[in-house]
Nanobody, 131 residues
């Protein structure tokens, strides 16, 4: 089992920045990849960004590319999401997620944005961007 705890959400004006953190505990040695998803009221959960736990590969949704950066600190078992140039449409509950499945590189390239790929989820942190 892997436990995930997010922090860093809050209220920010449009154009501002926030950095979310996701601390992993438990069987962290089994993690293959980490992801960030978000869910706004009345909308489906949406992929934001992902990275492989042991390599530098990163993946982003088109809506956040160039504004958000996912990074990891394996020594701290923590993944970060740096969010710059925030927009009101970025308002949502942000969840981090972890997958401990043994993907091939090709399979993960296809699947990284799919919520069902991830086995463990944090409780979420609210991000509100005012206009």
């Amino acid at each position: 089992q892997v436990q995930l705890v997010e922090s860093g959400g809050g209220l920010v004006q449009a154009g501002g920045s926030l950095r979310l953190s996701c601390a992993a505990s438990g069987r962290t040695f089994s993690i293959y990849a980490m992801g960030w998803f978000r869910q706004a009221p009345g909308k489906e959960r949406e992929f934001v960004a992902a990275c492989k736990w042991s390599a530098g590969s990163t993946y982003y949704a088109d809506s956040v590319k160039g504004r958000f950066t996912i990074s990891r600190d394996n020594a701290k078992n923590t993944v970060y999401l740096q969010m710059n140039s925030l927009k009101p449409e970025d308002t949502a509950v942000y969840h981090c997620a972890a997958s401990d499945r043994a993907f091939s590189d090709r399979a993960f390239l296809v699947a990284y944005g799919t919520p069902s790929v991830y086995d463990y989820w944090g409780q979420g942190t609210q991000v509100t961007v005012s206009s």
